[in-house]
């Protein structure tokens, strides 16, 4: 089942001119992709088309596969969901259907190359995993996961079993993150100390207390197979399709949703690795519900380069439910920080860098139009853009052999990684109760400031009436809980009995 690991790639030290002349002379090589002019690297030719499984149609899949329908062959559809799911399963008539993925890799796992992973948030490392045990390449909707722990077993799979991967945030292949790293890496603005960021979102529930009605189960829904691993609940139709996002069990929240679009950028330009001091704050902190908006830091250390020199210590903000950073001096009268669903500046001592959602639309606030050297790598797929490309780039690396491979722009050792620092956000509004900031040891996955003996509590449910007039408040906690157990919990999950990741490969 498995296959033998790429030896280590050694990168030469560089300064950063001779870096920046080499790799633009590979990343022209490299603006390419029509699949049609790539031949003899892999054990497919390009004509030649993949068996791709879908599971989690009923939403972004169909998106996803939609993109590369005509390509490539869609072999089997899984979802818990039927009635979501009517629609993309009438649209592949010749496809085999499934509700559980478990059932379609048992009985089709010699007839599928790719496997496509849409499902709610808490189910992307499960199903993604054992995919990858069994050598399929996989595409994993965002948030690749919804732990640390679940990001970097991804990172590690797709390193042991040398398949091609890729995350779904369709703004790293885009060009607006290609002129973003080049711009900041060639020194346009200088040295990068902070980063403002945010989003509109969330634009469905949060905040919400638990559902007290039990709502009997749809015969089109799998509820057992939709819970997975997390932990049983009753149904209530407030939970899926969609609203999963809201909910702790299943999702991620306005962070685990739209920093993958957002954050992207940052991290890769300023090479960025594992944060040592996090905190976050938010509004009303639920148990089970995300909270209608957060606000986090992240501080990143001075760190080398790969262009030679360090890079000096940056402060990461994110802040969602719509509140923007106050806006800086020099900014465009009337014009409207939030493009496309978010933005991002990059704070740099010659300069300022903004750019919307995905990276999109950089610009610098002084004005200037920067004319460095192009560096990355474009994804340019039949004349396509966007989403498309994104996929079609993941499926024209599916059918590349390990050594010949050109990596996707949201390959599994990128945005594991990068996952982490998404996911990392989560846990410090999670923790927030503990009142400080918080110290992380990302090589070995640990905070180091949470005693043994550290209590806390956090709000179960909170209601609001009017009585004759007058409001009436109640509020219920939980009962105190050992902090460092619980954030052990929220860095890597217990799942549910019958439920089980594979091992952690040696590294």
Excluded at 27 to 38: E, I, M
Excluded at 291 to 304: D, G, I, S
Excluded at 351 to 368: A, E, F, K, R
């Amino acid at each position: 089942m498995g296959h033998k690991k790429d030896s280590a790639r050694t990168i030469n030290k560089l300064s950063r001119k001779d870096f920046l002349g080499k790799a633009a002379a590979a990343a022209a090589g490299f603006t390419f992709v029509p699949s049609a002019v790539v031949s003899g690297l892999g054990h497919k030719a390009p004509s030649d088309k993949l068996n791709v499984a879908c599971v989690g149609v009923g939403g972004r899949g169909s998106s996803v596969i939609s993109q590369i329908e005509e390509s490539e062959n869609i072999v089997a559809l899984c979802d818990v969901d039927w009635r979501y799911a009517k629609e993309e399963f009438e649209r592949y008539p010749d496809a085999r259907k499934f509700w559980d993925w478990r059932v379609m890799f048992d009985e089709m796992g010699d007839d599928i190359d790719a496997v496509v992973v849409a499902t709610a948030d808490h189910t992307h490392a499960i199903v993604a995993a054992h995919a990858m045990t069994m050598g399929k390449h996989v595409y994993v909707e965002k948030p690749l996961t919804h732990t640390v722990y679940e990001s970097r077993l991804l990172t590690e799979l797709a390193k042991e079993y040398n398949v091609a991967t890729q995350m779904g945030d369709q703004g790293a292949s885009g060009e607006g993150i290609n002129l973003i790293t080049e711009w900041v890496q060639s020194g346009v603005i200088g040295d990068v100390t902070k980063i403002e960021s945010f989003t509109n979102r969330p634009i469905w529930l949060q905040g919400q207390n638990p559902p007290e009605e039990v709502q009997p189960v749809p015969d089109t829904l799998n509820w057992d197979l939709f819970i997975g691993p997390a932990e049983m609940r009753p149904y209530n139709e407030i939970y899926t399709p969609w609203n999963f996002r809201g909910w702790w069990d299943f999702g991620t929240g306005a962070l685990g949703d739209m920093a993958c679009h957002i954050l992207h950028a940052p991290y890769k330009a300023l090479e960025l690795g594992y944060p040592t001091k996090v905190q976050g704050s938010s509004t009303l902190l639920l148990k089970e519900s995300a909270p209608t908006a957060q606000k986090v830091r992240l501080t990143y250390p001075e760190r080398k380069s790969r262009y030679g020199g360090n890079l000096p210590e940056v402060e990461v903000q994110w802040t969602d439910g719509g509140i923007e950073p106050i806006k800086p001096e020099g900014w465009p009268d009337g014009r409207n920080m939030n493009h496309r669903g978010g933005a991002v500046l990059f704070h740099g001592s010659r300069d300022t860098l903004v750019c919307g959602c995905y990276g999109s639309d950089p610009w610098l606030l002084s004005g200037n139009t920067p004319n460095v050297p192009k560096t990355e790598r474009r994804v340019i797929v039949e004349e396509t853009a966007g989403e498309a490309a994104h996929v079609k780039d993941w499926a024209r690396a599916c059918k590349e052999s390990p050594e010949n491979r050109v990596k996707t722009k949201s390959s599994f050792d990128q945005s594991g990684p990068f996952n982490e620092m998404v996911v990392m956000g989560v846990l410090a509004v999670r923790l927030q109760e503990l009142n400080k900031e918080l110290d992380w040891d990302g090589e070995n996955m640990q905070f180091t400031n949470i005693s043994d003996t550290e209590e806390l509590t956090i709000v179960e449910k909170d209601e609001f009436q009017m009585e004759n007039g007058n409001p009436s408040f109640s509020q219920q906690r939980t009962e105190p809980m050992n902090a460092l157990e619980f954030a052990k919990g929220l860095i890597r999950k217990n799942y549910r009995e019958g439920w089980s990741l594979p091992d952690m490969p040696n590294v």
